[in-house]
């Protein structure tokens, strides 16, 4: 992934995507609420996989912020999550948000 430093604070340099301008990306904040959701459900990612029919190093490499999920792949995990693809959606705009308002202070 290429990187560019947009703004440097107190000697230090920050590295932006050139997608969005966040530290922490997408696949990387996908992951995390990901794995937080299987886990508050007690699922192993096989389990999990074999609820949504995937293939368990599929959620593996979700999981790792290595692949992207489709939209169609979105809402088969949040359906057998228990929960709305929104919800999924909206805590990883959270994440990403919350990652940029701590990177845009000094």
Request: hydrophobic share 35%; glycine share 6%.
């Amino acid at each position: 992934m290429k990187t560019i430093v947009r703004r440097q604070c107190v000697g230090k340099s920050r590295k932006w995507d050139l997608k969005g301008g966040s530290l922490l990306n997408l696949e990387q904040s996908f992951a995390q609420v990901l794995k937080k959701y299987r886990k508050a459900a007690s699922y192993s990612q096989e389990k999990l996989a074999h609820l949504c029919g995937l293939d368990r190093t599929f959620i593996s490499l979700l999981e790792r912020g290595q692949r992207r999920p489709t939209l169609h792949t979105i809402f088969i995990i949040s359906k057998n999550l228990g929960i709305k693809p929104s919800e999924l959606i909206q805590e990883v705009e959270l994440i990403i948000n919350e990652n940029n308002e701590n990177n845009n202070s000094c």
